[in-house]
């Protein structure tokens, strides 16, 4: 299959718009996991320090035989190192375990603003874009005043990872996002848990499109130019989850989605919740 379509970072790195997110899979899942979507088609891989399975995820990439300059890896790090040299410890022990030079994409996993250090992380890692070790400077779960203090330090994330599907759209997120350049990429794109998939409206674009629920609900965000990762390690899920981009909502089906916004009570909260 195909790989999917990109988009352009503010870094000059290519993002595909579909990856596969690997928690909560362990080493060995992860192994298995990635080298299968990785012969599937997938180019996007996303981990993170916090998911302990990065030396599988570097398996799984070197089993595939895939060159690296084909990859975009992205990972996350903890708060613990939300400092300067703290990030660069970081970075030293993914990029171990994954056994990569360089990661294309890196991330600080929650801002944890009650330590004060979120706009120093993000400081972190632009000194390793300046040296070529990181293709590109990321954000999870920033809000946008979080982001906001980032920017009046003169720095823009190229991307920004946030809890996002078709109930919890995030448009004034995103709406932020857009107005810096900043790339959204969602997390937990399928609404894992919450019904999402068994929405009647969802239900009824697929049949009209003869597509899965979950296919209609990743097309919801590539269309918007929004990234998304859902993490599957089902072979026929895995090939169905890219086999995304030969199909078109229509205006009305996509409002009909947003119809489906449950509010915000239940994203998580990153003044409150971070590790």
Same mark, same amino acid.
Request: zero cysteines; charged letters at 25%; hydrophobic letters at 40%.
């Given at each position: @299959? =195909?790989?999917?379509?990109?988009?352009?970072?503010?870094?000059? =790195?290519?993002?595909?718009?579909?990856? *596969?997110?690997?928690?909560?899979?362990?080493?060995?899942?992860?192994?298995?996991?990635?080298?299968?979507?990785?012969?599937?088609?997938?180019?996007?891989?996303?981990?993170?320090?916090?998911?302990?399975?990065?030396?599988?995820?570097?398996?799984?990439?070197?089993?595939?035989?895939?060159?690296?300059?084909?990859?975009? $890896?992205?990972?996350?790090?903890?708060?613990?190192?939300?400092?300067?040299?703290?990030? &660069?410890?970081?970075?030293?022990?993914?990029?171990?375990?994954?056994?990569?030079?360089?990661?294309?994409?890196?991330?600080?996993?929650?801002?944890?603003?009650?330590?004060?250090?979120?706009?120093?992380?993000?400081?972190?890692?632009?000194?390793? @874009?300046?040296?070529?070790?990181?293709?590109?400077?990321?954000?999870?779960?920033?809000?946008? =005043?979080?982001? !906001?203090?980032?920017?009046?330090?003169? @720095?823009?994330?190229? $991307?920004?990872?946030?809890?996002?599907?078709?109930?919890?759209? &995030?448009?004034?997120?995103?709406?932020?996002?857009?107005?810096?350049?900043?790339?959204?990429? =969602?997390?937990?794109?399928?609404? !894992?848990?919450?019904?999402?998939?068994?929405?009647?409206?969802?239900?009824?674009?697929?049949?009209?499109?003869? &597509?899965?629920?979950?296919?209609?609900?990743?097309?919801?965000?590539?269309?918007?130019?929004?990234?998304?990762?859902?993490?599957?390690?089902?072979?026929?899920? *895995?090939?169905?989850?890219?086999?995304?981009?030969?199909?078109? *909502?229509?205006?009305?089906?996509?409002?009909?989605?947003? $119809?489906?916004?449950?509010?915000?009570?239940?994203?998580?909260?990153?003044?409150?919740?971070?590790?």
């Amino acid at each position: @299959m =195909a790989p999917a379509p990109t988009v352009l970072l503010r870094s000059g =790195a290519h993002l595909p718009l579909l990856g *596969l997110g690997t928690w909560p899979l362990n080493d060995a899942e992860a192994a298995d996991t990635v080298d299968l979507a990785l012969r599937t088609g997938y180019r996007l891989i996303d981990t993170a320090e916090n998911y302990r399975n990065e030396r599988g995820v570097g398996e799984g990439i070197r089993r595939s035989g895939v060159p690296r300059e084909e990859l975009f $890896v992205t990972t996350k790090f903890n708060r613990e190192h939300h400092s300067r040299e703290g990030v &660069r410890r970081a970075f030293e022990t993914s990029a171990g375990l994954l056994g990569l030079d360089y990661v294309d994409l890196l991330l600080v996993h929650w801002p944890n603003p009650g330590q004060g250090r979120h706009v120093e992380a993000v400081e972190g890692i632009v000194a390793l @874009m300046e040296e070529g070790l990181v293709r590109a400077v990321g954000t999870s779960n920033y809000k946008p =005043a979080h982001l !906001q203090q980032v920017i009046d330090a003169g @720095m823009i994330p190229d $991307v920004n990872q946030i809890q996002l599907d078709p109930q919890r759209p &995030r448009i004034v997120d995103r709406a932020f996002h857009n107005e810096y350049g900043i790339v959204t990429q =969602a997390w937990s794109p399928l609404g !894992q848990g919450s019904g999402l998939l068994d929405e009647p409206a969802v239900v009824a674009i697929a049949e009209a499109h003869g &597509r899965t629920p979950a296919q209609v609900v990743l097309r919801w965000h590539v269309q918007q130019g929004v990234v998304a990762i859902p993490k599957s390690s089902n072979p026929e899920r *895995l090939a169905r989850n890219l086999d995304i981009f030969d199909f078109e *909502l229509s205006g009305a089906e996509l409002a009909a989605l947003y $119809v489906l916004d449950a509010g915000r009570a239940d994203v998580v909260d990153s003044d409150e919740f971070g590790h």
